[in-house]
Nanobody, 122 residues
């Protein structure tokens, strides 16, 4: 098991930026692919971005491509999500997740954080 704790959420105006962090503890962080998902009120949890264990490959949802950047620092056991040009449509609870293989499907991830709220005001 990997324990995950997200931070960095908050309230930001349209066009602004936030950087989310997800700190991992427990099993070897570098063994895991990491993903970010988000869930808006009353909606399903959706894929945002993912990164392989080596950071050799990254994948993005089309809605965030070019605005969001996922990265990781295996020495710090942390994965990041840099979010730029935010819009109200990005408002959601953001979750990080760890799994043994990279995927855009939430079912591929066995370990989840508690989430951090991101609110973008118009």
């Amino acid at each position: 098991q990997v324990q995950l704790v997200e931070s960095g959420g908050g309230l930001v105006q349209t066009g602004g930026s936030l950087r989310l962090s997800c700190a991992a503890s427990g099993r070897t962080f570098s063994n895991y692919a990491m993903g970010w998902f988000r869930q808006a009120p009353g909606k399903e949890r959706l894929f945002v971005a993912a990164i392989t264990w080596s950071a050799g490959s990254t994948y993005y949802a089309s809605s965030v491509k070019g605005r969001f950047t996922i990265s990781r620092d295996n020495r710090k056991n942390t994965v990041y999500l840099q979010m730029n040009s935010l819009s109200p449509e990005d408002t959601a609870v953001y979750y990080c997740a760890a799994g043994l293989r990279i995927s855009s499907t939430s079912g591929a991830y066995d370990n989840w954080g508690q989430g951090t709220q991101v609110t973008v005001s118009s």
